[in-house]
C-alpha cells in the first residue's frame, strides 16, 4: 500500500513558476513509478511526467518537455515537479500517482496507477 500527499499548487499568471511536491508513505521500498497527471475541466486525465524510482529515467509530455522537470528525494519519501514558464493551459487539478514497477518501462497510462493523492490545483492566468 501506498499513501500520496500533494501540495503546492495554487495560482500564478503566465510565465510564473510553482513546485508540486507529493510525499510518499506505506511501501516506500519497492521500485515504483511515480507520476504527475492533470486534468482540466471537461478532459481526460493525462500524464505530465512519470519518473522511475529504480534508474531515475524520466518521460515528460510533449506539451511540458523543456518547462517541467520531475525529480525524487529518496530521503523524503518525496517527488517534486517544477514547473517553469506556466501557461494558461496548463490549469488543471495536479494528482500525484504511483504503480508498482513491472515490465521494462514504466507506464504513461492513467488505468495503469492504483496510487493516487487527493490533488492540488493549478491555476495560470494570462
Known amino acids: 500500500q501506498v499513501r500520496l500527499v500533494e501540495s503546492g499548487g495554487g495560482a500564478v499568471q503566465a510565465g510564473g513558476s510553482l513546485r508540486l511536491s507529493c510525499a510518499a508513505s506505506?511501501?516506500?521500498?519497492?521500485?515504483?513509478?511515480m507520476g504527475w497527471f492533470r486534468q482540466a475541466p471537461g478532459k481526460e486525465r493525462e500524464g505530465v511526467a512519470i519518473?522511475?524510482?529504480?534508474?531515475?529515467?524520466?518521460y515528460y509530455a510533449d506539451s511540458v518537455k523543456g518547462r517541467f522537470t520531475i525529480s525524487q528525494d529518496d530521503a523524503k519519501n518525496t517527488v517534486y515537479l517544477q514547473m517553469n514558464s506556466l501557461k494558461p493551459e496548463d490549469t488543471a487539478m495536479y494528482y500525484c500517482?504511483?504503480?508498482?514497477?513491472?515490465?521494462?518501462?514504466?507506464?504513461?497510462?492513467?488505468?495503469?496507477?492504483?496510487?493516487w493523492g487527493q490533488g492540488t490545483q493549478v491555476t495560470v492566468s494570462s
Open positions: 506505506g511501501d516506500t521500498y519497492s521500485r515504483k513509478c
Open positions: 519518473i522511475d524510482s529504480g534508474d531515475v529515467s524520466t
Open positions: 500517482a504511483a504503480r508498482f514497477f513491472r515490465g521494462k518501462v514504466c507506464s504513461t497510462s492513467v488505468p495503469d496507477y492504483n496510487y
